[in-house]
T-cell receptor, first 109, second 115 residues
Framework: QQPVQSPQAVILREGEDAVINCSSS?????VHWYRQKHGEAPVFLMILLKGGEQKGHEKISASFNEKKQQSSLYLTASQLSYSGTYFC??????????FGTGTSLTVIP | DARVTQTPRHKVTEMGQEVTMRCQPI?????VFWYRQTMMQGLELLAYFRNRAPLDDSGMPKDRFSAEMPDATLATLKIQPSEPRDSAVYFCASGLPGARTDTQYFGPGTRLTVL
């Protein structure tokens, strides 16, 4: 039921790029992305509602391939502030909503 | 700076006791979400409301959990009776449906420990 995220963890140097993937075994209506820092509440990043749609938020963007039931989050020119755990949330038929397994991202100077 | 507020921030209780968590959504937001986060299960959506009506609470154990919105400024999540496995951080989030970005704002969470 739970979408699978990859990689589980990634370490980047400032300025490097990263891609986080979220894959579901079921058809999806929408995908949400969140970032959570240790000891804090998640922060909602964006929602993708249409297949093939790509959205941007500062230097963070995402795509949603409805046919493949996958979404990817793209972080470009990473900053120290990007460190945290990233979760995807997937919405399926019948108002079913599941969070992904999480990806720990660490950006080092 | 509008924020979602949650009370209490921390709650320690004994098994069998009733627990009530409260959430004040951002003024004007008409969608409210309740989430639970544990190390073992990760993040889970328990319930969400739109215009005070429950749209989905399928993620919530019905026998002991209940969620309500008595008015537009207050959402409550109750556990009765509480069990040790309910120990978790419970987040409330509010938002405006239809917007394409930043549609959910999270509160700071209530850390619940059931002994």
């Amino acid at each position: 039921q739970q979408p699978v995220q990859s990689p589980q963890a990634v370490i980047l140097r400032e300025g490097e790029d990263a891609v986080i993937n979220c894959s579901s075994s079921k058809a999806l209506y929408s995908v949400h992305w969140y970032r959570q820092k240790h000891g804090e509440a998640p922060v909602f990043l964006m929602i993708l509602l249409k297949g093939g749609e790509q959205k941007g938020h500062e230097k963070i963007s995402a795509s949603f391939n409805e046919k493949k039931q996958q979404s990817s989050l793209y972080l470009t020119a990473s900053q120290l502030s990007y460190s945290g755990t990233y979760f995807c949330g997937t919405e399926r038929a019948g108002n079913q909503f599941y969070f992904g397994t999480g990806t720990s991202l660490t950006v080092i100077p | 700076d509008a924020r979602v507020t949650q009370t209490p921030r921390h709650k320690v209780t004994e098994m069998g006791q009733e627990v009530t968590m409260r959430c004040q959504p951002i003024l004007g937001h008409n969608t409210v979400f309740w989430y639970r986060q544990t190390m073992m299960q990760g993040l889970e959506l328990l319930a969400y409301f739109r215009n005070r009506a429950p749209l989905d609470d399928s993620g919530m154990p019905k026998d002991r959990f209940s969620a309500e919105m008595p008015d537009a400024t207050l959402a409550t999540l109750k556990i009765q009776p509480s069990e040790p496995r309910d120990s978790a951080v419970y987040f409330c989030a509010s938002g405006l449906p239809g917007a394409r970005t930043d549609t959910q704002y999270f509160g700071p969470g209530t850390r619940l420990t059931v002994l």
